[in-house]
């Protein structure tokens, strides 16, 4: 995928408001529904899902609190750090079930 900011039509410094304009203002245009009878409706459908998943992208990074991809430059993956992120908060949901089962488990014995 290109960078979802040229897809978007956006600079990477607009706001979230701006973001989601832009995305609205395509997906309007592109989808599917406002294409039956377009002679070109698989090109726009394509277009459709580009816009799609450059949104997600953004909003994803934009929640993980990060730059845009691993170290402030595009990545076609989002990079280590996310991923790593994602053990840890696994880790500390796992973490804390066995705090709460051993509790559970010790209050019964009692």
Known sequence: MTDPYQVLGVSRGASDE??????RALSRKYHPDANVNNPN???AEEHFKEVQQAY???MKEKQQGGGYGYG????SNSGGYSYA???VRMNRRRC???QIILQ???MWRR
Do not use: V
């Open 85 to 87: 992120m994602d053990s």
């Open 72 to 75: 402030g430059g595009y990545s």
């Open 104 to 106: 559970a488990d010790t």
């Open 56 to 58: 997600d992208q953004i």
């Open 18 to 23: 701006e973001i989601k304009k832009a995305y």
């Open 41 to 43: 409706r698989d090109e």
């Open 96 to 98: 804390r079930r066995l």
